[in-house]
């Protein structure tokens, strides 16, 4: 979630009407968990969010959700929650609702879900959550919450959207009400609530108890990895840049990944990274490959390489190569749920600030004016990145 701001008016007031839609897998197809699902909160967690009444307020936001789900049961219960990831073989997984210290995501990301599946039976085995108090402030609102002005973010809002993400939902652009609408401004309590579109979301995927997937079978030990066309689709388009329950302004638990994930690419965005990064470069993405991360076994990894290079700012010497999380390892598949992996060719701005590399989808003719902007000087001016469909005058959500 995020402020509001006017950036992205142009981009919202374009998008055209978009029912429930549901989580697949790399193959496309339907994924759903196939037993009873309980969400651990971390015992420190409420503490960690210095938000008196979370506990209570996520309890809230299962049973609305479980409620909603005739065949699925959903319950949470406070424990020692596990790192976030899923380690095949073990037997204390946990379904982990977390605060990290350390944000590894777009940093007006409200929180994250990182969702792991068998892509062989379509089951979802794990979901954690986790959210950033790194940069957003977070407490138990009034109900109907009214005053924006002291930027704090609903606890209960911010979990619900999440929890939509753990069953399987994902964005719906339809309205802004919407529980799986992508972003919320300030103080916003309206997402407590399922809308209809969230509740046929859910009925679609645990409406029947024959819809739900098969008891998971033993896995095998993850063979070999992933390599180029295996990693998830998105569609190269800046609407669909917003991937996050966002303020219309989200540690790897516990855990942090070598670079960012892909980030926020509105205009406002690419000029605050560019004009702080030691390196810019645009690069189109070659081979991929996909594996556990090393010190943290229940997290995959894709590393990709760069195809084709051109510098726009530094020496960008040390841009060969970059790890996002998320990736499809033998049968098993994990995902941020707000940021999908791209796909082999694609076109992207690359930027390096203080040994951290920041991967950013933006769109070519963003890309052209940022070209432009470069080659006057190492600052960028706004009004080079802004499209000339932009305008100053409808309040709207920044990605």
Known sequence: MRPQSWVLAFIFVSLPAAAWDVRTDSQGDVVRWGHALTMVL???????????????????????????????????????????????????NTNSIVVLDEWPYAQDALAVTLVTLNARTNEI?????????????????????????????????????????????????????????????????????????????????????????????????????????????????????????????????????PALAFADTSPVAVKRAVDAAQDVAVVELGAHESRFHPRYPGLIVTTFTFSRRECLKGACAELETIELPGGRVGDIEQFVAHEPLPTQGARVV???????????????????????????????????????????QVPAITP
């Open 125 to 257: 085995l794990d979901a954690d959550v986790a959210f950033n108090r790194d940069e957003h402030r977070f407490k138990v609102l009034p109900a109907n919450n009214r005053n924006n002005s002291d930027e704090l973010d609903d606890v209960q809002n911010t979990f619900t959207h999440e929890l939509g993400h753990v069953l399987g939902l994902m964005h719906n652009n339809h309205s802004e009400d919407l529980v799986m609408f992508p972003s919320a401004i300030p103080g916003e309590t309206v997402k407590r609530e399922l809308k209809g579109d969230d509740r046929d979301g859910l009925l679609s995927l645990y409406g029947n108890s024959t819809q739900l997937a098969p008891t998971t079978e033993e896995l095998a030990p993850p063979v070999g990895c992933s390599s180029t066309g295996s990693a998830p689709v998105w569609a190269f388009m800046l609407p669909l840049m917003v991937l996050v329950l966002r303020r219309r302004r989200l540690a790897l638990a516990m855990a942090v990944v």
């Open 350 to 392: 690359v930027v390096r600030n203080a040994g951290r590399v920041q991967l950013m989808r933006v769109d070519p003719d963003l890309q052209a004016r940022l070209l432009k902007a470069l080659r006057n000087g190492s600052s960028v001016p706004l009004g080079l990145l802004l499209p000339q469909s932009a305008v100053v």
């Open 42 to 92: 971390d015992q420190n967690a409420a503490e960690q969010l210095n938000a008196p009444g979370a506990e209570d307020a996520i309890r809230a936001a299962v049973a609305n959700l479980d409620e909603a789900t005739p065949f699925l049961d959903v319950s949470v219960r406070v424990g020692a929650a596990k790192q976030i990831g899923y380690v095949v073989g073990a037997t204390d």
